[in-house]
Protein backbone atom coordinates (compact mmCIF):
# COMPACT_ATOMS: atom_id res chain seq x y z
CA UNK A 1 0.00 0.00 0.00
CA UNK A 2 1.39 3.23 -1.62
CA UNK A 3 3.02 5.59 1.45
CA UNK A 4 0.96 9.04 2.82
CA UNK A 5 2.63 12.13 1.24
CA UNK A 6 5.72 13.29 3.58
CA UNK A 7 4.18 10.83 6.27
CA UNK A 8 7.26 10.42 8.04
CA UNK A 9 7.79 14.12 8.13
CA UNK A 10 4.68 15.05 9.17
CA UNK A 11 4.18 12.12 12.15
CA UNK A 12 7.79 11.10 12.88
CA UNK A 13 8.41 8.07 15.48
CA UNK A 14 10.90 7.99 17.89
CA UNK A 15 12.01 4.67 17.01
CA UNK A 16 11.52 1.86 14.02
CA UNK A 17 10.96 -1.49 13.54
CA UNK A 18 7.72 -1.74 15.46
CA UNK A 19 8.60 0.19 18.86
CA UNK A 20 6.66 2.78 20.77
CA UNK A 21 5.44 5.48 19.39
CA UNK A 22 7.27 9.31 20.93
CA UNK A 23 5.63 10.14 23.98
CA UNK A 24 3.77 13.38 23.50
CA UNK A 25 4.22 15.54 26.15
CA UNK A 26 1.05 17.44 28.13
CA UNK A 27 0.27 20.79 26.80
CA UNK A 28 1.94 22.70 29.97
CA UNK A 29 5.38 21.01 29.53
CA UNK A 30 5.15 21.80 26.04
CA UNK A 31 4.94 25.80 27.19
CA UNK A 32 8.41 26.43 29.04
CA UNK A 33 11.41 29.32 30.47
CA UNK A 34 13.64 28.88 28.13
CA UNK A 35 11.02 28.81 25.06
CA UNK A 36 9.79 32.12 26.34
CA UNK A 37 13.01 33.89 26.73
CA UNK A 38 14.28 32.53 23.03
CA UNK A 39 10.60 33.38 21.67
CA UNK A 40 11.37 37.31 23.17
CA UNK A 41 14.67 37.68 21.74
CA UNK A 42 13.64 36.25 18.03
CA UNK A 43 9.75 38.43 18.61
CA UNK A 44 12.03 41.43 18.74
CA UNK A 45 14.77 40.68 16.05
CA UNK A 46 11.70 39.89 13.87
CA UNK A 47 9.92 43.30 14.50
CA UNK A 48 12.79 45.00 13.62
CA UNK A 49 12.87 43.45 10.24
CA UNK A 50 9.43 43.49 9.84
CA UNK A 51 9.27 47.62 10.31
CA UNK A 52 12.32 47.60 7.81
CA UNK A 53 11.15 45.85 4.88
CA UNK A 54 7.35 47.69 5.53
CA UNK A 55 9.18 51.23 5.70
CA UNK A 56 11.24 50.56 2.36
CA UNK A 57 9.60 48.28 -0.14
CA UNK A 58 6.24 48.31 1.86
CA UNK A 59 6.26 44.05 1.57
CA UNK A 60 7.02 41.73 3.86
CA UNK A 61 7.19 37.87 3.05
CA UNK A 62 6.38 35.19 5.41
CA UNK A 63 8.40 34.99 7.85
CA UNK A 64 7.16 31.62 9.83
CA UNK A 65 10.03 28.97 8.83
CA UNK A 66 12.67 31.58 9.66
CA UNK A 67 11.06 31.62 13.40
CA UNK A 68 10.97 27.61 12.97
CA UNK A 69 13.90 27.51 11.92
CA UNK A 70 15.98 30.02 14.38
CA UNK A 71 14.02 28.64 17.52
CA UNK A 72 15.40 25.00 16.63
CA UNK A 73 19.20 26.53 16.47
CA UNK A 74 18.96 28.54 19.92
CA UNK A 75 17.64 26.04 21.51
CA UNK A 76 19.42 23.45 20.54
CA UNK A 77 22.52 25.39 20.61
CA UNK A 78 21.41 25.76 24.25
CA UNK A 79 20.89 21.83 25.21
CA UNK A 80 24.39 20.93 23.24
CA UNK A 81 26.13 23.38 25.54
CA UNK A 82 24.56 22.46 28.80
CA UNK A 83 25.27 18.52 28.35
CA UNK A 84 28.94 19.74 27.63
CA UNK A 85 29.09 21.52 30.68
CA UNK A 86 27.36 18.63 32.72
CA UNK A 87 24.14 20.46 33.25
CA UNK A 88 21.07 18.65 33.41
CA UNK A 89 18.75 20.00 30.36
CA UNK A 90 15.35 18.64 29.51
CA UNK A 91 15.06 16.98 26.24
CA UNK A 92 13.76 19.50 22.98
CA UNK A 93 10.93 18.40 21.26
CA UNK A 94 9.34 19.61 18.08
CA UNK A 95 6.36 20.93 20.22
CA UNK A 96 8.16 23.02 22.39
CA UNK A 97 10.09 24.38 19.03
CA UNK A 98 6.25 24.81 17.36
CA UNK A 99 5.59 26.37 20.69
CA UNK A 100 8.50 28.74 19.96
CA UNK A 101 8.00 29.54 16.25
CA UNK A 102 3.80 30.15 17.36
CA UNK A 103 5.06 32.89 20.00
CA UNK A 104 7.28 34.41 17.58
CA UNK A 105 4.86 34.82 14.48
CA UNK A 106 2.21 35.79 17.39
CA UNK A 107 4.37 38.75 18.09
CA UNK A 108 6.10 40.08 15.05
CA UNK A 109 2.45 39.78 13.57
CA UNK A 110 1.09 42.73 15.34
CA UNK A 111 4.48 45.01 14.34
CA UNK A 112 2.05 45.74 10.75
CA UNK A 113 -0.05 47.32 13.32
CA UNK A 114 2.33 48.83 15.91
CA UNK A 115 3.45 50.61 13.36
CA UNK A 116 1.80 50.17 10.65
CA UNK A 117 0.90 52.28 7.77
CA UNK A 118 -2.44 53.47 8.89
CA UNK A 119 -1.01 54.84 12.01
CA UNK A 120 1.72 56.87 9.70
CA UNK A 121 -0.99 57.99 8.05
CA UNK A 122 -2.30 59.36 10.74
CA UNK A 123 0.97 61.75 11.52
CA UNK A 124 1.44 65.74 10.66
CA UNK A 125 3.80 64.05 7.94
CA UNK A 126 1.96 62.58 5.97
CA UNK A 127 -0.24 65.83 6.03
CA UNK A 128 2.53 67.97 5.41
CA UNK A 129 3.96 65.66 2.37
CA UNK A 130 0.36 65.55 0.79
CA UNK A 131 -0.10 69.07 0.67
CA UNK A 132 -2.52 70.92 2.43
CA UNK A 133 -4.02 72.48 -1.31
CA UNK A 134 -4.88 68.67 -1.87
CA UNK A 135 -8.91 68.72 -1.45
CA UNK A 136 -9.87 66.65 1.49
CA UNK A 137 -6.71 67.22 3.43
CA UNK A 138 -7.72 69.30 6.37
CA UNK A 139 -5.03 69.80 9.04
CA UNK A 140 -7.93 68.79 11.71
CA UNK A 141 -7.68 65.19 10.36
CA UNK A 142 -4.40 64.51 11.91
CA UNK A 143 -3.10 62.40 15.47
CA UNK A 144 0.81 62.69 16.54
CA UNK A 145 1.89 59.70 16.67
CA UNK A 146 2.78 58.74 20.42
CA UNK A 147 4.57 55.91 22.14
CA UNK A 148 2.22 55.87 25.12
CA UNK A 149 -1.61 55.57 23.14
CA UNK A 150 -0.07 53.69 20.46
CA UNK A 151 0.59 50.50 22.83
CA UNK A 152 -2.79 51.04 24.86
CA UNK A 153 -4.85 50.99 21.22
CA UNK A 154 -2.76 47.96 20.11
CA UNK A 155 -3.32 45.63 23.41
CA UNK A 156 -6.84 46.63 23.13
CA UNK A 157 -7.64 45.56 19.63
CA UNK A 158 -4.85 42.92 19.54
CA UNK A 159 -6.59 39.78 21.14
CA UNK A 160 -10.09 40.20 19.45
CA UNK A 161 -8.84 37.88 15.89
CA UNK A 162 -7.66 34.57 18.57
CA UNK A 163 -11.04 34.28 20.00
CA UNK A 164 -13.07 35.02 16.69
CA UNK A 165 -12.08 31.80 14.88
CA UNK A 166 -11.32 29.80 17.45
CA UNK A 167 -14.41 27.82 17.24
CA UNK A 168 -13.73 26.87 13.59
CA UNK A 169 -10.41 25.56 13.80
CA UNK A 170 -11.67 22.13 13.57
CA UNK A 171 -13.94 23.31 10.43
CA UNK A 172 -10.77 24.42 8.62
CA UNK A 173 -8.07 21.64 9.63
CA UNK A 174 -9.55 18.52 9.51
CA UNK A 175 -13.04 19.32 7.88
CA UNK A 176 -11.61 21.50 5.27
CA UNK A 177 -8.64 20.39 5.04
CA UNK A 178 -6.90 23.47 3.92
CA UNK A 179 -3.31 23.59 3.02
CA UNK A 180 -1.92 26.15 4.42
CA UNK A 181 1.00 25.80 2.89
CA UNK A 182 3.96 27.82 5.15
CA UNK A 183 2.10 26.38 8.25
CA UNK A 184 2.48 23.02 6.52
CA UNK A 185 6.21 23.52 5.48
CA UNK A 186 7.34 24.71 8.63
CA UNK A 187 5.99 21.86 10.21
CA UNK A 188 7.69 19.56 7.95
CA UNK A 189 11.11 21.45 8.79
CA UNK A 190 10.31 21.34 12.28
CA UNK A 191 9.56 17.58 12.34
CA UNK A 192 12.65 16.82 10.05
CA UNK A 193 14.69 18.14 12.94
CA UNK A 194 13.50 15.96 15.21
CA UNK A 195 13.11 12.56 13.27
CA UNK A 196 15.26 10.22 13.74
CA UNK A 197 17.04 9.04 10.95
CA UNK A 198 16.95 5.47 11.17
CA UNK A 199 13.76 5.95 9.58
CA UNK A 200 14.80 4.76 6.02
CA UNK A 201 12.21 6.87 3.94
CA UNK A 202 12.20 10.04 7.00
CA UNK A 203 15.95 10.07 6.22
CA UNK A 204 15.34 10.39 2.74
CA UNK A 205 12.73 13.17 2.76
CA UNK A 206 14.85 15.15 5.33
CA UNK A 207 18.02 14.42 3.03
CA UNK A 208 15.53 15.46 0.15
CA UNK A 209 14.50 18.66 2.05
CA UNK A 210 17.90 19.58 3.10
CA UNK A 211 18.85 19.89 -0.32
CA UNK A 212 16.02 21.82 -1.90
CA UNK A 213 16.74 24.44 0.98
CA UNK A 214 20.05 25.06 -0.04
CA UNK A 215 19.23 24.96 -3.78
CA UNK A 216 16.51 27.49 -3.06
CA UNK A 217 18.91 29.45 -0.70
CA UNK A 218 21.63 29.73 -3.13
CA UNK A 219 19.48 30.47 -6.15
CA UNK A 220 17.76 33.19 -4.29
CA UNK A 221 20.87 34.87 -2.99
CA UNK A 222 21.84 34.71 -7.07
CA UNK A 223 19.10 36.74 -7.73
CA UNK A 224 19.96 39.26 -5.29
CA UNK A 225 22.83 40.41 -7.20
CA UNK A 226 21.32 41.11 -10.49
CA UNK A 227 17.92 43.21 -9.06
CA UNK A 228 17.90 46.11 -10.38
CA UNK A 229 15.85 49.52 -8.92
CA UNK A 230 12.30 48.95 -8.74
CA UNK A 231 11.45 46.54 -11.93
CA UNK A 232 14.02 47.45 -13.83
CA UNK A 233 15.64 43.94 -14.37
CA UNK A 234 16.83 40.94 -12.64
CA UNK A 235 15.27 37.52 -12.64
CA UNK A 236 12.68 38.81 -10.50
CA UNK A 237 10.89 41.46 -13.48
CA UNK A 238 12.31 38.85 -16.22
CA UNK A 239 10.48 39.18 -19.34
CA UNK A 240 10.32 35.90 -20.65
CA UNK A 241 6.85 35.60 -21.84
CA UNK A 242 7.46 38.66 -24.23
CA UNK A 243 7.18 42.46 -23.13
CA UNK A 244 3.76 42.80 -23.77
CA UNK A 245 2.20 40.33 -21.28
CA UNK A 246 4.98 41.66 -19.13
CA UNK A 247 3.40 45.18 -18.93
CA UNK A 248 0.74 43.52 -17.88
CA UNK A 249 2.64 41.24 -14.98
CA UNK A 250 2.53 38.06 -16.93
CA UNK A 251 6.08 36.91 -15.99
CA UNK A 252 7.84 34.13 -14.27
CA UNK A 253 9.76 35.43 -11.39
CA UNK A 254 11.89 32.53 -10.88
CA UNK A 255 10.11 32.83 -7.16
CA UNK A 256 11.07 29.30 -5.35
CA UNK A 257 8.57 30.24 -2.47
CA UNK A 258 5.64 30.56 -5.12
CA UNK A 259 6.87 27.47 -6.96
CA UNK A 260 6.69 25.53 -3.56
CA UNK A 261 3.41 26.73 -2.81
CA UNK A 262 1.98 24.85 -5.85
CA UNK A 263 3.18 21.96 -5.38
CA UNK A 264 1.44 21.75 -1.73
CA UNK A 265 -1.91 23.85 -2.96
CA UNK A 266 -4.01 21.27 -4.88
CA UNK A 267 -4.25 21.60 -8.93
CA UNK A 268 -7.60 22.92 -8.60
CA UNK A 269 -6.35 25.72 -6.53
CA UNK A 270 -3.75 26.49 -8.63
CA UNK A 271 -5.54 26.45 -11.85
CA UNK A 272 -8.06 28.60 -10.52
CA UNK A 273 -5.32 31.67 -9.41
CA UNK A 274 -4.13 31.01 -12.77
CA UNK A 275 -7.80 31.80 -14.26
CA UNK A 276 -8.04 34.79 -11.94
CA UNK A 277 -4.92 36.12 -13.75
CA UNK A 278 -5.95 36.32 -17.22
CA UNK A 279 -9.83 36.93 -16.71
CA UNK A 280 -8.58 40.64 -14.59
CA UNK A 281 -4.67 41.20 -16.11
CA UNK A 282 -5.56 39.33 -19.45
CA UNK A 283 -8.72 41.04 -20.19
CA UNK A 284 -10.78 43.21 -17.20
CA UNK A 285 -7.85 45.79 -16.51
CA UNK A 286 -6.91 46.48 -20.14
CA UNK A 287 -10.12 46.51 -20.98
CA UNK A 288 -10.81 49.46 -18.26
CA UNK A 289 -7.40 51.16 -18.91
CA UNK A 290 -8.82 51.58 -23.10
CA UNK A 291 -11.63 53.72 -20.97
CA UNK A 292 -9.06 56.31 -19.03
CA UNK A 293 -10.16 59.47 -19.21
CA UNK A 294 -14.22 58.40 -19.63
CA UNK A 295 -14.95 56.04 -16.60
CA UNK A 296 -11.68 57.62 -14.37
CA UNK A 297 -9.27 60.66 -15.15
CA UNK A 298 -5.98 59.40 -17.32
CA UNK A 299 -3.53 61.17 -15.53
CA UNK A 300 -3.46 59.59 -11.96
CA UNK A 301 -0.31 56.89 -10.62
CA UNK A 302 -0.66 53.60 -10.59
CA UNK A 303 -1.74 53.22 -6.78
CA UNK A 304 -4.77 56.16 -7.48
CA UNK A 305 -7.93 54.87 -5.59
CA UNK A 306 -9.36 57.47 -8.25
CA UNK A 307 -8.16 55.53 -11.24
CA UNK A 308 -8.04 51.93 -12.24
CA UNK A 309 -6.36 50.88 -8.74
CA UNK A 310 -9.55 51.62 -7.29
CA UNK A 311 -11.47 49.28 -9.49
CA UNK A 312 -8.94 46.39 -8.67
CA UNK A 313 -9.25 46.22 -4.94
CA UNK A 314 -13.17 46.96 -4.80
CA UNK A 315 -13.52 44.46 -7.06
CA UNK A 316 -10.96 41.76 -5.62
CA UNK A 317 -13.01 42.55 -2.37
CA UNK A 318 -16.03 41.63 -3.94
CA UNK A 319 -15.58 38.24 -5.11
CA UNK A 320 -13.41 37.67 -1.98
CA UNK A 321 -16.14 38.35 0.19
CA UNK A 322 -18.93 36.64 -1.83
CA UNK A 323 -16.92 33.28 -2.11
CA UNK A 324 -16.28 33.72 2.03
CA UNK A 325 -19.35 34.86 2.87
CA UNK A 326 -20.97 32.08 1.19
CA UNK A 327 -18.92 29.38 2.58
CA UNK A 328 -19.53 31.32 6.10
CA UNK A 329 -23.08 30.41 5.71
CA UNK A 330 -22.95 27.03 4.86
CA UNK A 331 -20.71 26.92 8.09
CA UNK A 332 -22.96 28.34 10.36
CA UNK A 333 -25.69 26.19 8.66
CA UNK A 334 -24.27 22.72 9.27
CA UNK A 335 -22.85 23.16 12.33
CA UNK A 336 -26.51 24.64 13.76
CA UNK A 337 -28.14 21.21 12.37
CA UNK A 338 -25.25 19.30 14.27
CA UNK A 339 -26.05 21.60 17.41
CA UNK A 340 -29.69 19.57 16.94
CA UNK A 341 -28.48 16.28 15.52
CA UNK A 342 -25.43 15.22 16.98
CA UNK A 343 -25.31 12.02 14.50
CA UNK A 344 -25.27 13.85 11.23
CA UNK A 345 -22.09 13.72 9.05
CA UNK A 346 -20.26 16.36 8.21
CA UNK A 347 -18.23 15.10 5.40
CA UNK A 348 -19.83 17.12 3.14
CA UNK A 349 -17.88 20.04 4.38
CA UNK A 350 -14.59 20.45 2.61
CA UNK A 351 -14.77 22.77 -0.74
CA UNK A 352 -11.20 21.67 -1.40
CA UNK A 353 -12.37 18.04 -1.55
CA UNK A 354 -8.95 16.23 -2.21
CA UNK A 355 -7.05 15.78 0.69
CA UNK A 356 -4.17 18.18 1.02
CA UNK A 357 -2.07 15.77 3.71
CA UNK A 358 -2.85 12.06 1.78
CA UNK A 359 -5.79 11.50 4.74
CA UNK A 360 -7.45 8.86 3.97
CA UNK A 361 -8.73 5.03 4.62
CA UNK A 362 -4.59 4.18 3.89
CA UNK A 363 -3.77 5.59 7.44
CA UNK A 364 -6.52 5.62 9.71
CA UNK A 365 -4.21 4.71 12.96
CA UNK A 366 -2.38 7.49 12.30
CA UNK A 367 -5.05 10.08 11.35
CA UNK A 368 -7.03 8.82 14.45
CA UNK A 369 -4.14 9.47 16.67
CA UNK A 370 -3.40 13.14 15.26
CA UNK A 371 -6.96 14.09 15.55
CA UNK A 372 -7.64 12.39 19.11
CA UNK A 373 -4.43 15.12 20.20
CA UNK A 374 -5.63 17.53 18.04
CA UNK A 375 -9.17 17.83 19.60
CA UNK A 376 -8.39 17.13 23.01
CA UNK A 377 -7.43 20.09 24.00
CA UNK A 378 -9.98 22.27 22.19
CA UNK A 379 -11.17 25.70 23.58
CA UNK A 380 -14.44 25.43 24.22
CA UNK A 381 -17.19 27.72 22.27
CA UNK A 382 -18.05 29.33 25.21
CA UNK A 383 -14.92 29.96 26.43
CA UNK A 384 -14.29 32.00 22.94
CA UNK A 385 -17.80 33.79 22.85
CA UNK A 386 -17.60 35.19 26.30
CA UNK A 387 -13.85 36.23 25.37
CA UNK A 388 -14.98 37.85 22.45
CA UNK A 389 -17.47 39.94 23.51
CA UNK A 390 -16.02 41.38 27.02
CA UNK A 391 -13.15 42.03 24.47
CA UNK A 392 -15.54 43.68 22.11
CA UNK A 393 -17.43 45.60 25.32
CA UNK A 394 -13.71 46.77 26.61
CA UNK A 395 -12.91 48.77 23.35
CA UNK A 396 -15.99 49.93 22.34
CA UNK A 397 -15.38 51.85 25.61
CA UNK A 398 -11.81 52.78 24.97
CA UNK A 399 -11.43 53.04 21.66
CA UNK A 400 -13.53 56.35 21.23
CA UNK A 401 -11.20 57.81 23.91
CA UNK A 402 -8.48 57.59 21.17
CA UNK A 403 -10.34 58.44 18.43
CA UNK A 404 -13.25 60.45 19.30
CA UNK A 405 -14.63 60.78 15.44
CA UNK A 406 -14.72 57.05 15.83
CA UNK A 407 -17.73 56.68 17.63
CA UNK A 408 -18.85 54.01 20.13
CA UNK A 409 -21.85 52.14 17.58
CA UNK A 410 -19.17 52.38 14.69
CA UNK A 411 -16.98 50.23 16.96
CA UNK A 412 -19.28 47.77 18.02
CA UNK A 413 -20.36 47.72 13.83
CA UNK A 414 -16.69 46.45 13.12
CA UNK A 415 -16.90 44.08 15.97
CA UNK A 416 -20.33 42.79 14.51
CA UNK A 417 -19.15 42.05 11.20
CA UNK A 418 -15.06 41.32 11.41
CA UNK A 419 -15.05 37.68 12.20
CA UNK A 420 -17.51 36.77 9.35
CA UNK A 421 -14.18 38.77 7.06
CA UNK A 422 -11.79 37.11 9.75
CA UNK A 423 -12.76 33.87 8.21
CA UNK A 424 -12.41 35.38 4.52
CA UNK A 425 -9.29 35.93 4.72
CA UNK A 426 -8.04 32.78 6.93
CA UNK A 427 -9.74 30.91 4.30
CA UNK A 428 -8.22 32.59 1.49
CA UNK A 429 -4.56 31.89 3.37
CA UNK A 430 -5.37 28.43 3.93
CA UNK A 431 -5.75 27.98 0.03
CA UNK A 432 -3.15 30.27 -1.35
CA UNK A 433 -0.82 31.62 1.52
CA UNK A 434 -1.71 34.49 0.95
CA UNK A 435 -3.07 36.92 3.76
CA UNK A 436 -5.06 40.02 2.41
CA UNK A 437 -5.91 41.83 5.72
CA UNK A 438 -4.65 45.25 4.03
CA UNK A 439 -7.40 44.66 1.47
CA UNK A 440 -10.09 44.31 4.42
CA UNK A 441 -9.10 46.69 6.27
CA UNK A 442 -9.89 48.81 3.22
CA UNK A 443 -13.02 47.87 3.60
CA UNK A 444 -13.23 48.96 7.29
CA UNK A 445 -11.55 52.52 6.15
CA UNK A 446 -13.96 53.02 3.63
CA UNK A 447 -17.01 52.21 5.29
CA UNK A 448 -16.62 53.98 8.27
CA UNK A 449 -14.86 57.03 6.59
CA UNK A 450 -18.24 57.30 4.23
CA UNK A 451 -20.58 57.09 7.00
CA UNK A 452 -18.93 60.03 9.37
CA UNK A 453 -17.73 61.96 6.47
CA UNK A 454 -15.73 64.94 6.26
CA UNK A 455 -16.04 66.06 9.53
CA UNK A 456 -13.47 63.52 11.09
CA UNK A 457 -13.68 60.97 8.52
CA UNK A 458 -10.42 60.43 7.72
CA UNK A 459 -8.72 59.66 11.06
CA UNK A 460 -12.56 57.69 12.05
CA UNK A 461 -11.21 55.49 8.87
CA UNK A 462 -7.44 54.76 9.74
CA UNK A 463 -8.50 54.09 12.72
CA UNK A 464 -11.40 51.45 11.71
CA UNK A 465 -9.13 50.66 9.05
CA UNK A 466 -6.17 48.95 12.17
CA UNK A 467 -9.17 47.82 14.10
CA UNK A 468 -10.57 45.25 11.14
CA UNK A 469 -6.20 44.66 9.59
CA UNK A 470 -5.85 43.70 13.32
CA UNK A 471 -8.60 41.18 13.67
CA UNK A 472 -8.35 39.48 10.39
CA UNK A 473 -4.73 39.43 10.23
CA UNK A 474 -4.32 37.93 13.45
CA UNK A 475 -6.80 35.19 12.87
CA UNK A 476 -5.54 34.75 9.41
CA UNK A 477 -1.99 34.04 11.72
CA UNK A 478 -4.29 31.97 14.08
CA UNK A 479 -5.07 28.64 11.76
CA UNK A 480 -1.66 28.22 9.99
CA UNK A 481 -0.25 27.94 13.59
CA UNK A 482 -2.82 25.45 14.63
CA UNK A 483 -1.79 23.84 11.15
CA UNK A 484 1.57 23.52 12.14
CA UNK A 485 0.92 22.19 15.51
CA UNK A 486 -1.75 19.61 14.13
CA UNK A 487 1.30 18.03 11.97
CA UNK A 488 3.30 18.13 14.87
CA UNK A 489 1.02 16.72 17.09
CA UNK A 490 1.39 19.48 19.42
CA UNK A 491 -1.81 20.38 21.92
CA UNK A 492 -4.00 23.19 20.49
CA UNK A 493 -3.95 24.47 23.90
CA UNK A 494 -0.64 24.82 23.60
CA UNK A 495 -1.04 26.30 20.64
CA UNK A 496 -3.65 29.45 21.80
CA UNK A 497 -2.00 29.66 24.75
CA UNK A 498 1.31 30.83 22.91
CA UNK A 499 -0.76 32.85 20.39
CA UNK A 500 -1.78 34.62 23.94
CA UNK A 501 1.51 35.39 24.82
CA UNK A 502 3.40 36.16 21.30
CA UNK A 503 0.58 38.43 21.07
CA UNK A 504 0.97 40.70 24.48
CA UNK A 505 4.57 40.22 23.84
CA UNK A 506 3.82 41.84 20.54
CA UNK A 507 1.79 44.60 21.96
CA UNK A 508 4.80 46.27 23.53
CA UNK A 509 7.58 45.03 21.44
CA UNK A 510 6.09 45.99 18.30
CA UNK A 511 5.76 49.78 19.60
CA UNK A 512 8.97 50.11 20.63
CA UNK A 513 10.94 48.71 17.97
CA UNK A 514 9.04 50.43 15.93
CA UNK A 515 9.75 53.95 17.86
CA UNK A 516 13.25 53.76 17.19
CA UNK A 517 13.42 54.03 13.63
CA UNK A 518 10.49 56.54 14.08
CA UNK A 519 13.09 58.93 16.61
CA UNK A 520 16.06 57.45 14.87
CA UNK A 521 15.25 58.23 10.99
CA UNK A 522 12.94 60.66 8.81
CA UNK A 523 10.39 58.15 8.31
CA UNK A 524 7.83 59.08 5.25
CA UNK A 525 10.65 61.33 3.64
CA UNK A 526 11.07 60.84 -0.21
CA UNK A 527 14.44 61.48 -0.21
CA UNK A 528 15.24 58.98 2.48
CA UNK A 529 15.45 55.31 2.82
CA UNK A 530 12.28 54.79 4.96
CA UNK A 531 10.31 56.04 2.85
CA UNK A 532 6.87 54.12 4.21
CA UNK A 533 5.72 54.23 0.37
CA UNK A 534 2.08 52.65 1.74
CA UNK A 535 1.46 55.66 4.44
CA UNK A 536 0.34 58.14 1.88
CA UNK A 537 -1.70 55.72 -0.16
CA UNK A 538 -3.70 54.85 3.10
CA UNK A 539 -4.46 59.15 3.98
CA UNK A 540 -5.29 59.56 0.30
CA UNK A 541 -7.95 56.44 0.46
CA UNK A 542 -9.47 57.67 3.48
CA UNK A 543 -9.45 61.64 1.80
CA UNK A 544 -11.55 59.88 -1.06
CA UNK A 545 -13.75 57.51 1.16
CA UNK A 546 -14.92 60.44 3.82
CA UNK A 547 -16.44 62.06 0.17
CA UNK A 548 -18.66 59.39 0.02
CA UNK A 549 -18.83 56.59 -2.09
CA UNK A 550 -20.50 58.30 -4.93
CA UNK A 551 -16.38 59.03 -5.61
CA UNK A 552 -16.64 55.83 -6.89
CA UNK A 553 -15.68 55.69 -10.92
CA UNK A 554 -17.37 54.61 -13.18
CA UNK A 555 -19.24 51.47 -13.20
CA UNK A 556 -17.22 50.18 -10.81
CA UNK A 557 -20.27 49.99 -8.34
CA UNK A 558 -22.02 47.48 -10.40
CA UNK A 559 -18.85 45.38 -11.81
CA UNK A 560 -18.54 44.53 -8.02
CA UNK A 561 -21.44 43.81 -7.84
CA UNK A 562 -21.57 41.54 -10.82
CA UNK A 563 -18.13 39.79 -9.63
CA UNK A 564 -20.19 39.46 -6.04
CA UNK A 565 -22.89 37.41 -7.44
CA UNK A 566 -20.68 35.46 -9.96
CA UNK A 567 -18.72 34.14 -6.65
CA UNK A 568 -22.14 32.84 -5.35
CA UNK A 569 -23.32 31.63 -8.24
CA UNK A 570 -20.23 29.38 -8.90
CA UNK A 571 -19.90 28.01 -5.11
CA UNK A 572 -23.73 26.79 -5.76
CA UNK A 573 -22.65 25.09 -8.83
CA UNK A 574 -19.56 23.85 -6.93
CA UNK A 575 -22.38 22.19 -4.38
CA UNK A 576 -24.80 21.09 -6.78
CA UNK A 577 -23.04 19.38 -9.73
CA UNK A 578 -21.44 15.85 -8.57
CA UNK A 579 -17.66 15.62 -7.49
CA UNK A 580 -16.71 14.48 -11.45
CA UNK A 581 -17.81 17.63 -12.80
CA UNK A 582 -17.46 20.26 -9.30
CA UNK A 583 -13.24 19.10 -8.90
CA UNK A 584 -12.98 21.19 -12.21
CA UNK A 585 -14.98 24.23 -11.48
CA UNK A 586 -13.00 26.80 -10.33
CA UNK A 587 -12.62 28.40 -6.28
CA UNK A 588 -13.71 32.17 -6.58
CA UNK A 589 -11.42 32.93 -3.34
CA UNK A 590 -8.31 31.95 -5.55
CA UNK A 591 -9.50 33.22 -8.23
CA UNK A 592 -9.00 36.75 -6.54
CA UNK A 593 -5.83 36.98 -5.45
CA UNK A 594 -4.00 37.97 -8.81
CA UNK A 595 -7.11 40.70 -9.18
CA UNK A 596 -5.27 42.97 -6.91
CA UNK A 597 -1.39 41.78 -6.62
CA UNK A 598 -0.76 40.79 -10.10
CA UNK A 599 0.20 37.40 -12.50
CA UNK A 600 3.33 37.11 -11.64
CA UNK A 601 3.09 34.64 -8.67
CA UNK A 602 -0.01 32.52 -10.50
CA UNK A 603 2.78 31.59 -12.92
CA UNK A 604 5.40 30.41 -10.60
CA UNK A 605 2.73 28.53 -8.91
CA UNK A 606 1.23 26.95 -11.79
CA UNK A 607 4.79 26.00 -12.86
CA UNK A 608 4.77 24.10 -9.42
CA UNK A 609 1.29 22.51 -10.32
CA UNK A 610 2.60 21.51 -13.78
CA UNK A 611 5.56 19.55 -12.27
CA UNK A 612 3.47 18.14 -9.80
CA UNK A 613 1.23 16.39 -12.27
CA UNK A 614 3.76 14.96 -14.68
CA UNK A 615 5.75 13.84 -11.33
CA UNK A 616 2.69 11.95 -10.94
CA UNK A 617 2.01 10.63 -13.64
CA UNK A 618 5.90 9.62 -13.78
CA UNK A 619 5.75 8.00 -10.79
CA UNK A 620 2.85 8.93 -8.12
CA UNK A 621 4.87 7.19 -5.31
CA UNK A 622 7.72 9.30 -5.42
CA UNK A 623 5.91 12.35 -5.80
CA UNK A 624 3.43 11.28 -3.04
CA UNK A 625 6.72 10.33 -1.03
CA UNK A 626 8.71 13.28 -1.97
CA UNK A 627 6.85 16.53 -3.42
CA UNK A 628 6.12 18.30 0.03
CA UNK A 629 9.75 17.96 0.97
CA UNK A 630 10.79 19.17 -2.00
CA UNK A 631 8.10 22.02 -1.55
CA UNK A 632 9.14 22.72 2.12
CA UNK A 633 12.73 23.00 0.96
CA UNK A 634 12.13 26.05 -1.63
CA UNK A 635 9.62 27.68 0.74
CA UNK A 636 12.42 27.33 3.59
CA UNK A 637 15.31 28.41 1.92
CA UNK A 638 13.31 31.05 0.05
CA UNK A 639 12.43 32.43 3.15
CA UNK A 640 15.58 32.35 5.09
Given at each position: METEISEQLLHPRKSVGGESEESIPQWRDQITARALAVSAMLGTLFC????????????????????????????????????????SAAPFTRQENTVIQTRVVACFGLAGNGGGSYLIAMDEKIYQLIGADYPGNRAADVKNLGLGWMIVFLIIISFLGLFSLVPLQKVMILDYKLAYPSGTATAMLINSFHTNSRAELAGKQVSCLGKCLSISLSW???????????????????????????????????????VGCGLICPHI???????????????????????????????????????????????????????????????????????????????NLPIITESLDGESSKIPMEQRKRDHIFLKDRMPFW??????????????????????????????????????????????????????????????????????????????????????????????????DFKTGYLTSSSAKSMFASQLVGTAMGCVIAPLTFWLFWTAFDVSS???????????????????????????????????????????????LRDMTPKTVSQFIPIPIAMS????????????????TVILFFWERINEKDAEDYAKAVASGLICGDGI
Open positions: ILFHKLNLTVGVVPSLNIAAGLLGFFFIKSWTEFASRMGLSCFKWFFNGIGDSCGFDHFPGLGLTLFKNTFYFDFSPTYVNCSVLLGAIISWGFLWPFISEHAGDWYPADLGSNDFKGLYGYKVFIAISLTFGDGLYNLIKITRITVKEMFDEGSNTSFAASGYVGLVAISTVTIPMIFPPLRWYLVLCLYIIAPALAFCNSYGTGLTDYNLSSTYGTIGLFVIASLVGSNGGVIAGLAACGVMTSIVSTAADLMPPDGPYKAPNAVICREMAILASEGFSELRKNCLAMCLGFFVAALVINLIPFYIGAYFAIDMFVG
